[in-house]
């Protein structure tokens, strides 16, 4: 839980759907994650950002490899997560449409599956809603559209908004992609304040880091 954490490392799994997120998802690995692994680097933190469908059609998205990748990145995220919450529920799967090897190696996506949940909220609850340890999680809800008929399974959508505002974890609104921007940018230099004050590392720290960082990775 905490080996990220002790090697100086946030690995933060982000989670939307996809028609309503494209403009939110560009934004924020193109601008505001390049400038957050800067302020990271300056404390010999490393941030890896993992938006594994930016750039994935929905189409693409729905193959049981996709979203066995995406669990498998959120179960080497923890304790990190931010989810965004749009006007649009997702694509609600079949078992047989995710395929054996979702199923097999994630066992809680069979009871997913049978409370008709969508991609997006499957990962909310594996990655953050489902787990008692605290997390280091952030939701970001955008503000509802005016237009009722884009909006795709409203009870659902609502019900899943109502649950992540009853959750521990923060959870705000945002009207706009530069909105959410700011949001985020607010948190993670929070969180970095939190877990990495800023201090001077020796030079034996950063190699002791270093080689645990190696380590791991192999």
């Known amino acids: 839980m905490n080996s990220l954490i002790d090697n100086r490392q946030i690995r933060v799994f982000i989670s939307s759907t996809f028609q309503d997120m494209q403009d939110e998802r560009d934004y924020l690995m193109k601008r505001t994650f390049p400038k957050l692994r800067k302020l990271a680097a300056e404390r010999d933190v490393t941030l890896t950002e993992l938006d594994l469908r930016w750039g994935i059609t929905e189409e693409e998205s729905k193959s049981g490899k996709v979203v066995e990748i995406c669990l498998r990145e959120i179960e080497n995220s923890i304790p990190f997560f931010i989810g965004i919450i749009g006007n649009r529920y997702g694509w609600i799967p079949a078992k047989e449409d995710l395929g054996g090897n979702v199923t097999e190696r994630f066992v809680d996506v069979n009871k997913y599956i049978d409370q008709h949940l969508s991609v997006t909220e499957m990962e909310m609850q594996f990655g953050v809603l489902s787990i008692e340890e605290d997390m280091h999680a952030y939701f970001y809800i955008k503000e509802q559209e005016e237009d009722a008929e884009k909006i795709d399974y409203p009870e659902m959508l609502n019900r ?5 505002r ?3 974890y923060p959870s705000s609104t945002y009207s706009s992609p530069e909105n959410l921007a700011i949001q985020v940018e607010e948190a993670f230099i929070a969180l970095l304040n939190q877990l990495f004050p ?7 720290e950063k190699e002791r880091i270093g080689q645990r960082s190696f380590m791991n990775q192999l």
């Not at 899943?160 to 992540?164: A, S």
């Not at 800023?198 to 034996?204: K, V, W």
């Open 166 to 168: 009853q959750s521990k």
């Open 198 to 204: 800023q201090t001077n590392l020796s030079e034996l």
């Open 160 to 164: 899943l908004k109502e649950e992540v």
